[in-house]
C-alpha cells in the first residue's frame, strides 16, 4: 500500500463493510492456523494517517459477493465513484470518474492484460473469477505512477491468493474450501474449488470455477413487443435477449520460498463457450485465455526487490448466438413462421452465420524495488516492457460476406517499454509527500489489410478503404510522460486531507487508430461501448493527456462510537481526448450512424461522498450501522459542447446493516437520477430515475458460510444508464433495422428483475 503502512483506510473499509453486509466482527476470527488468509479489518483501531486515494476490498468484503455475481468487476460496487458500463455476463467495464476500458490501468495477478476483441468482450477483470480474487484495490483519486502506465483513469489492482507455506514444525499443510451458488433469475448456477497443499518450502494450489446462465428476466411489466424466437423455441416476452453465458477457469499455483526468496508461478485457463452481448451485434461464441505468470519477490536488507515476467494468449471467436440468428419479426420471414424450426439452412427468416476470430498475445516484463532511503524517505523505481500482437480476421461467410477473408487489424502490434520513479516522505507526523516521474515509449504498428472482395460491392467501399489504408504509413511511436505529486495532512486521528495533481497518458489502441472500413456494416461491428453504432479509426491519433486536480478529505471518530465521512471532489482535463465525430456527410438523430475517432478535448469533474456510523447498539439485537454513498460526475467535450458519452448520473446508496452474533443482514436501497446529460454524437439514449431495494443476509458457524439475498426486491423495470443500446434479438448486421418493425430494439438496455440467490462456502 502506499503513502501508509495500514492496508486499509477504516473509515472507507468500514462504510464499504457494512455495506457489502461484511461481517467486520468477525473477519478477525476467520484468520487461519498458518498465515493469515485475509486482511483484518479491526474496528475501533485508529490509524494515525489515512490512505484516501486508494480504497482495499478483502477477502472478508469479497466473499459475501460470489453468491450474488459472477462478474468481477461488480465486486467494485460500492467503491466510491465507481458504475459499470453493461456487457456480457461476466464481462462488465468498470468506471472510475466517468473513465472506463483502456483509460483505467488494470492488473491481474501483475499481469496488464489487454481485451482482444473488436468489442472488448474479453477485458482484463473477465479473466479471473470473482471466487478466485483475494483482494481488489482500487486508485480512484490521484494515482501513483508506480501503479499507472498508458491509462489516464485511476487502477485497479486485482490478486488472487498470496501462496501459504507450513509453519515451522507443524508438518504439511493441507486447506481448501468449496463453494456453490444459485441465482434465481436466468437459472444462474455456479460452484468453485480450491485446495492448497503445502510444507514449510514449497505450495502448491489448484483453483477451479465455474458459473453458467440463462438469459435474465427484466423487472415489473417489461415485455418485448416481438418475440423474436431463438433456435428451437420462443424467446420468452419477458426475458432479455443475449444475457446468458457460461464461463470455466482453471488455476494452478505453485510457490517457493527460501530465506528471503519468493517465487511464484501461476499457470491460468480461461474457457467461455458462450457468453451474448445485449449491447452488441455479435456474441461471443468461444473464448480461451491461457496465462504462464512467473513472478520473483526477494526481501533484501537494502529494500524489496520484485520481478515478474508473464504470457497472456487469447483465442477468440464471435458470431450471432441464438437469439440472434432470426429476423426482428413478421416481416421480414415471421418468427411465427419459423418458431421451432432450426435455422438452417439460411432462409428469409434466418440471418447468416458472421464468423469473427481474434487473437491476441501478451508477453510483459517488469522489474521493480522498493528502498527505503532513510525512516523519513521512501523510494520506489521500476521498469516495464509489455510486448501485445493482434490479429482480428473475418472469415466468408455468404451473403455480401465472401469470397475472401475481411482483415480488420493484421499483425498488429503495440510494445510499451516504460521507467518510473517515486519519491514518498513523512516530511513530519502530520505531513506526508509523494512525487512520482513515469517515463513511456509506446510502439505501435499493423500489417496491410484487405477486404472480403477487391470491389467496393453495393456501396461496401472496401477496396477503396483498404487501399487507402495500406498506401499510409502505419507505424506510429509515442512519448508518454506521467507526472504526480500527493501531499497528506493528517493534524490529528480525527482529520486527514488529501491534495494531489497528476499528469497521465494514455495512447490509442489498436482499434482506435487501425480500423480502417466505413462500410457500415463492418463499421458496426468495432464498437467498445455497445451504443449500436460503428466505428472507424484514424492511425494519427494522438495520444490522451489527462490532468488531474484530486481532493479529499476524511473526518472519523476517535471515541467510542465509530462513524466516517470521506469528500473527495474531483476536476480532469483531458487534452486530445478521443471522442466521436461523424464520419459521412451527416449522422442523421434516432438512429445509428458510422462515426470516427478523433482528438478532442474533455472535461470531468464530480464529487464521491461516502460516510457511515453505527447507529445503535442494542441488547438482543446487535449492533445497526447505516452507510451510506453518493456519486456526482458530469463529462463534457470542451470542443463540440457535446456531453461524454456514458457518465453515470447522480446515484446513491444508502445501507442499514444489524450484526448480531453470527448473523448479518442488511436492507439497502440504491437511488439512481434519470440520464438526460447523453451525447449528441452518438444518438445516447436517455434513461428514466429508479430506485431498487435488495436484502443481504449471511450466517457463519465454524467452517460453514451461508449468503442469501434478493436483489432488485420490488421487481423494478428499469433502464441501465450504462448499459448502452439493446441489440440483443433479431440479425443485427443492418446498422438500422427496418423500421417499426421491433421497438424495443435499439432502446436501452433492460436492467435485471428480481432475483433470489443463496450460496454456500465450506472451508477445510
Ligand atoms: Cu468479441
Redesign the pocket.
Known amino acids: 500500500m502506499l503513502l501508509t503502512k495500514k492496508p486499509v483506510t477504516l473509515a472507507v473499509s468500514l462504510a464499504l463493510s457494512t455495506i457489502c453486509n461484511n461481517a467486520v466482527a468477525q473477519s478477525a476470527s476467520m484468520t487461519t492456523s498458518s498465515e493469515p488468509l485475509m486482511t483484518v479489518v479491526v474496528v475501533g483501531s485508529e490509524p494515525a494517517d489515512v490512505d484516501l486515494n486508494s480504497v482495499t476490498l478483502d477477502a472478508a468484503t469479497l466473499l459475501p459477493m460470489r453468491a450474488a455475481t459472477s462478474d468481477t468487476a461488480t465486486l467494485l460496487r460500492d467503491v466510491p465513484g465507481i458504475s459499470f458500463y453493461g456487457a456480457g455476463g461476466v464481462s462488465s467495464l468498470p468506471v472510475i470518474r466517468g473513465l472506463a476500458d483502456d483509460r483505467l490501468r488494470t492488473k491481474v495477478d501483475g499481469m496488464d492484460l489487454i481485451a482482444?476483441?473488436?468489442?472488448?468482450?474479453?477485458p482484463a477483470l473477465s479473466t479471473i473469477d470473482p471466487t478466485r480474487v483475494d483482494t481488489v484495490t482500487v486508485y480512484a483519486g490521484v494515482t501513483p505512477v508506480s501503479v499507472g502506465g498508458d491509462s489516464i483513469g485511476g487502477t485497479l489492482i486485482v490478486e488472487s491468493a498470496t501462496p501459504q507455506f507450513a509453519k515451522p514444525g507443524k508438518g504439511l499443510l493441507t486447506q481448501g474450501e468449496a463453494g456453490a451458488f444459485y441465482r434465481s433469475n436466468g437459472n444462474a448456477v455456479g460452484a468453485n474449488a480450491s485446495m492448497t497443499v503445502a510444507n514449510e518450502k514449497l505450495s502448491l494450489s489448484y483453483t477451479g470455477s465455474i458459473a453458467k446462465s440463462d438469459n435474465y428476466k427484466a423487472g415489473g411489466d417489461f415485455k418485448t413487443s416481438t418475440a423474436t424466437g431463438r433456435v428451437g423455441h420462443t424467446l420468452p416476452l419477458d426475458e432479455v435477449g443475449s444475457t446468458a453465458y457460461e464461463s470455466i477457469n482453471q488455476a494452478l499455483d505453485l510457490a517457493l520460498r527460501n530465506d528471503i526468496h519468493l517465487f511464484d508461478l501461476k499457470l491460468g485457463y480461461q474457457h467461455i463457450p458462450h457468453e451474448n452481448?445485449p449491447n452488441?451485434r455479435?456474441?461471443?461464441t468461444d473464448?480461451t485465455s491461457s496465462q504462464v505468470n512467473l513472478g520473483y519477490t526477494g526481501e533484501y536488507e537494502w529494500g524489496v526487490l520484485k520481478a515478474r515476467a508473464y504470457y497472456e494468449k487469447t483465442d477468440?471467436?464471435?458470431d450471432f448466438g441464438d437469439d440472434k440468428r432470426f429476423w426482428y419479426g413478421t416481416a421480414s420471414g415471421g418468427n411465427t413462421a419459423v418458431d421451432g424450426v432450426p435455422c438452417s439452412p439460411i432462409g428469409p427468416a434466418c440471418a447468416a452465420g458472421m464468423p469473427?476470430d481474434?487473437e491476441g498475445k501478451t508477453t510483459g516484463l517488469s522489474l521493480n524495488a522498493e528502498l527505503p532511503l532513510s525512516r523519513r524517505d521512501f523510494l520506489r523505481v521500476g521498469a516495464e516492457y509489455q510486448a501485445y500482437r493482434l490479429d482480428d480476421w473475418w472469415t466468408p461467410s455468404g451473403a455480401m460476406m465472401w469470397p475472401g477473408t475481411f482483415w480488420n487489424i493484421n499483425d498488429g502490434k503495440r510494445d510499451r517499454y516504460a521507467l518510473f520513479g517515486e519519491w514518498e516522505a513523512q516530511i513530519s507526523p502530520q505531513w506526508m509527500s509523494l512525487l512520482g516521474i513515469r517515463y513511456e515509449t509506446v510502439d505501435m504498428d499493423t500489417g496491410n489489410v484487405t477486404g472480403y472482395a477487391a470491389t467496393n460491392m453495393m456501396g461496401s467501399n472496401q477496396l477503396t478503404d483498404s487501399t487507402n489504408f495500406n498506401a499510409q504509413d502505419h507505424s506510429k511511436t509515442d512519448h508518454n510522460l506521467d507526472l504526480t505529486a500527493l501531499a497528506r495532512y493528517s493534524p490529528d486521528a480525527t482529520q486527514t486531507y488529501e491534495l494531489g495533481v497528476a499528469q497521465k497518458t494514455r495512447s490509442p489502441n489498436l482499434y482506435e487508430r487501425y480500423t480502417w472500413s466505413t462500410w457500415s456494416m463492418a463499421a458496426v461491428m468495432n464498437n467498445f461501448v455497445g451504443d449500436g453504432n460503428g466505428y472507424v479509426g484514424d492511425i494519427n491519433l494522438k495520444p490522451e493527456v489527462a490532468r488531474t486536480l484530486s481532493l479529499a478529505a476524511d473526518w472519523h471518530a476517535a471515541g467510542e462510537k465509530p462513524w466516517g465521512v470521506r469528500v473527495a471532489p474531483y476536476y480532469t482535463f483531458v487534452k486530445d481526448y478521443i471522442d466521436a465525430a461523424c464520419n459521412g456527410a451527416s449522422c442523421p438523430d434516432g438512429q445509428f450512424n458510422v462515426l470516427k475517432y478523433v482528438n478532442q478535448s474533455a472535461l470531468l469533474y464530480g464529487v464521491d461522498v461516502s460516510g457511515h456510523v453505527l447507529a445503535a447498539r442494542t441488547h438482543g439485537y446487535g449492533d445497526f450501522t447505516a452507510s451510506g454513498l453518493l456519486n456526482y460526475v458530469r463529462g463534457e467535450n470542451r470542443d463540440t459542447g457535446d456531453n461524454l458519452y456514458n457518465i453515470m448520473p447522480l446515484n446513491a446508496k444508502l445501507a442499514l446493516t444489524q450484526q448480531l452474533g453470527r448473523w448479518s443482514n442488511t436492507l439497502e436501497g440504491q437511488f439512481v437520477a434519470a440520464k438526460t446529460d447523453v451525447s449528441d454524437v452518438r444518438n445516447e439514449i436517455e434513461t428514466a430515475g429508479y430506485s431498487l431495494f435488495n436484502l443481504r443476509s449471511s450466517y457463519q458457524w465454524k467452517q460453514v458460510r451461508v449468503d442469501v439475498g434478493i436483489d432488485n426486491l420490488f421487481d423494478k423495470d428499469y433502464a441501465l444508464p450504462l448499459g448502452g443500446a439493446y441489440l440483443g434479438q433479431g440479425t443485427t448486421m443492418s446498422i438500422n433495422p427496418p423500421a417499426g418493425i421491433f421497438p424495443q430494439w435499439g432502446t436501452a438496455v433492460p436492467g435485471m428483475g428480481r432475483s433470489i440467490y443463496a450460496g454456500v462456502n465450506y472451508q477445510i
Request: aromatic letters at 6%.
Open positions: 482482444a476483441c473488436p468489442n472488448h468482450m474479453n452481448f452488441q455479435m456474441d461471443m473464448n477468440h471467436e464471435m469473427m481474434t
